[in-house]
């Protein structure tokens, strides 16, 4: 694997993290009715959520890597 | 049937579980449908997950439980079960003539263009000043409350047609003669009365 790959795999789990963060949070915060749950959603979930987008937007248009990839799944 | 708010969820856990799926198996990025998957876990879903989830967060707003969830509101909300048919907050809860799970929202909105968002940045406002500066003692509007509310529900009903509303027509559409002035209807949030008088309570 490649250095650009692997950076690029890294890239992929970050985005997976931030968005599963993001879901989490989001979940959470549906449960409460209170000014603090909409903070919640909006300032912290909001962000996970929009970071994880972007990292994977970037990824798709400007990285090479699993998304880009021909290879076939190592069987 | 399923309301919004569950399938809200089964949208939220169905995304998680297909975000954990390819996070821990990146090699079903490598074929075509484990990309449009991805494509799907990645951002479609998020994305749709994300402004359901807003959309929820600005109808909860909107209730009255929202609204009375602060310690400042209390009273408030306690005001709206005063006995006295006089005070026009009681006598529009108790008798339904606003959505009783929306009171606050109906009378406190902005029915002009682009209100809503208004309301939702004052809103924010509210919250900014509760945790993070010091509330107005006793808290008041920012801006005096527009007849314009009061009539959008009002103007045109049988109940406001009178000598009195028909000669001061022009007046009130224009804010200069407030609905809630001294000598009309003129008992509004009485806080301190609140706790000096037996509360009214519906009976279930």
New interface residues.
Partial sequence: MSAATDRSSKLLRLSGILLLTGLAIEAISLRWIHPIAFLLFFVAGGACLAAGVLVFLYLLVFRSGPLHSNDTPAS | MPGP?AI??VL?GT??VL??V??AR??????PA??VL?SL???AL??V??LW??S??LE??K?T??CL??HIMEPYGQSLFADNPMSIPAAHFQNHRIPVDEACYTCHTNYALYGTIRVKLH?LR??YV?YFGTAMQPIHLYDPYNNRECLHCHEGARSFENDTHAALLDQIKNNQLSCVSSGCHDVIHNIDSVNKSKPWRPVK
């Fill in positions: 708010l809200l969820f939220l995304t998680i975000l954990l390819l996070v990146a090699s079903l990025l490598h074929t484990g990309k991805a876990a990645f951002f998020p994305v997950c994300g989830g807003l929820e967060h909860r707003s209730q439980v929202f969830s602060c809103g509210h919250i509760q």
